[in-house]
């Protein structure tokens, strides 16, 4: 059974840093991209940063760029988006997911599996 389970999520003061996990399990063999969304109350989910298994190759929004890291660590399957200077905007739940077929792109809707989220909240 595929499992997508985040973690690292809280309330930090605005220009703080954050850690998020994306534990992964039950993945067939091959390459996949591991994709951060997050979604704010009253709007829709929207793609954050992604990152291809085989490449490492990764993208990022515009709003977050110079701002937050992905990176991953495949012996222990697990994918991490380090996310500094936090501002209020960046208030949301934060999902990971996976696309299959790896074409690492931020499109929601090229994600099959997705995690629970987690919540992340900057105040002012």
């Known amino acids: 059974e595929v499992q997508l389970v985040e973690s690292g999520g809280g309330l930090v003061q605005a220009g703080g840093s954050l850690r998020l996990s994306c534990a992964a399990s039950?993945?067939?063999?091959?390459?996949?991209?591991i994709g951060w969304f997050r979604q704010a109350p009253g709007k829709e989910r929207e793609g954050v940063s992604c990152?291809?298994?085989?490449?490492?190759?990764?993208d990022y929004a515009d709003s977050v760029k110079g701002r937050f890291t992905i990176s991953s660590d495949n012996a222990k399957n697990t994918v991490y988006l380090q996310m500094n200077s936090l501002k209020p905007e960046d208030t949301g739940v934060y999902y990971c997911?996976?696309?299959?077929?790896?074409?690492?792109?931020?499109?929601?809707?090229?994600?099959?599996?997705w995690g629970q989220g987690t919540q992340v909240t900057v105040s002012s």
């Open positions: 997911a996976r696309d299959i077929y790896n074409r690492a792109l931020l499109i929601r809707r090229l994600y099959d599996y």
């Open positions: 039950g993945f067939p063999s091959g390459d996949y991209t």
């Open positions: 990152i291809s298994s085989n490449n490492g190759y990764t």
